[in-house]
């Protein structure tokens, strides 16, 4: 049976989305609900969506092939992202052994939180993952996020194990949280994992959030500067800050 998937957007070329040159897919929907979204249109759940009115569309995999195979030969792989691209977990399944079928390079842009049994059956279609990792208590994280962060620690210690994290990003919003305590927390844990692994410190800001964020501040260069210090000092040896 042909599957189809809710297609928020397709950008053919992308810097910024994992290593090189990169094809990005973004999937409808999201299981979480960030204060901080800087994409809240993604959020929707596809069955609650007016297909009528949204620019979300409905391709099978091979829709999406057939697009990919015309850029083949001037892209390093794919990162499929979203949203959350696990919310569709049954199209995601087929169209990464589709893409690995095919000879793609293939990268999940994740929040981390599918069910563990899924996670690991996901994984040996994938070759990296790149993890958002918003706030390390889970009080917290349910506070700017809506849900749990449970599963999402579990996966990323399995997908560590396994060498398969590309990057854990953690945006910095001043005023919600305390990001002293959290990117220490983060750091630690991470480095507790692998001090090699790539932390990425992303810089808050106000383009396309949703109204109750527009009045905060970005975090000042220093104030990202001293994070990266905390970050150094607990033992991760690749931290970035953008
Ligand atoms: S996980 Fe990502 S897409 Fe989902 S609400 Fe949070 S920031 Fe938005």
């Given at each position: 049976?042909?599957?189809?998937?809710?297609?928020?957007?397709?950008?053919?070329?992308?810097?910024?989305?994992?290593?090189?040159?990169?094809?990005?897919?973004?999937?409808?929907?999201?299981?979480?609900?960030?204060?901080?979204?800087?994409?809240?249109?993604?959020?929707?759940?596809?069955?609650?969506?007016?297909?009528?009115?949204?620019?979300?569309?409905?391709?099978?995999?091979?829709?999406?092939?057939?697009?990919?195979?015309?850029?083949?030969?001037?892209?390093?792989?794919?990162?499929?992202?979203?949203?959350?691209?696990?919310?569709?977990?049954?199209?995601?399944?087929?169209?990464?052994?589709?893409?690995?079928?095919?000879?793609y390079?293939?990268?999940?842009?994740?929040?981390?939180?599918?069910?563990?049994?899924?996670?690991?059956?996901?994984?040996?279609?994938v070759?990296?993952?790149i993890?958002?990792?918003?706030?390390?208590?889970e009080?917290?994280?349910?506070?700017?996020?809506?849900?749990?962060?449970?599963?999402?620690?579990?996966?990323?210690?399995?997908?560590?194990?396994?060498?398969?994290?590309?990057?854990?990003?953690?945006?910095?919003?001043?005023?919600?949280?305390?990001?002293?305590?959290?990117?220490?927390?983060?750091?630690?844990?991470?480095?507790?994992?692998?001090?090699?692994?790539?932390?990425?410190?992303?810089?808050?800001?106000?383009?396309?959030?949703?109204?109750?964020?527009?009045?905060?501040?970005?975090?000042?260069?220093?104030?990202?500067?001293?994070?990266?210090?905390?970050?150094?000092?607990?033992?991760?040896l690749?931290?970035i800050?953008?």
């Open positions: 049976m042909i599957k189809y998937g809710y297609i928020r957007k397709i950008i053919y070329f992308s810097a910024i989305d994992g290593p090189g040159n990169r094809t990005v897919i973004f999937l409808q929907g999201c299981n979480f609900n960030c204060l901080s979204c800087h994409n809240p249109e993604t959020i929707p759940i596809f069955n609650n969506l007016n297909m009528e009115n949204t620019e979300v569309q409905l391709m099978s995999v091979y829709d999406i092939l057939k697009v990919l195979d015309k850029n083949k030969s001037f892209i390093r792989g794919v990162t499929i992202s979203g949203g959350e691209c696990t919310v569709q977990f049954e199209f995601l399944l087929d169209l990464v052994m589709n893409l690995k079928k095919h000879g390079e293939v990268y999940l842009d994740t929040n981390g939180s599918l069910e563990i049994s899924k996670f690991q059956q996901m994984l040996h279609f070759d990296k993952i993890f958002d990792l918003k706030v390390f208590e009080k917290e994280h349910i506070k700017l996020t809506g849900a749990s962060n449970r599963k999402v620690k579990r996966n990323i210690k399995i997908a560590a194990v396994s060498h398969q994290i590309y990057e854990i990003r953690t945006v910095v919003i001043p005023k919600f949280i305390d990001n002293y305590k959290n990117v220490d927390k983060i750091s630690k844990f991470i480095a507790s994992l692998d001090k090699n692994i790539q932390y990425k410190l992303t810089t808050y800001r106000q383009q396309g959030v949703r109204e109750n964020l527009l009045k905060t501040n970005s975090p000042s260069k220093k104030q990202m500067s001293n994070l990266k210090e905390i970050c150094n000092n607990n033992g991760l690749n931290v800050v953008n």
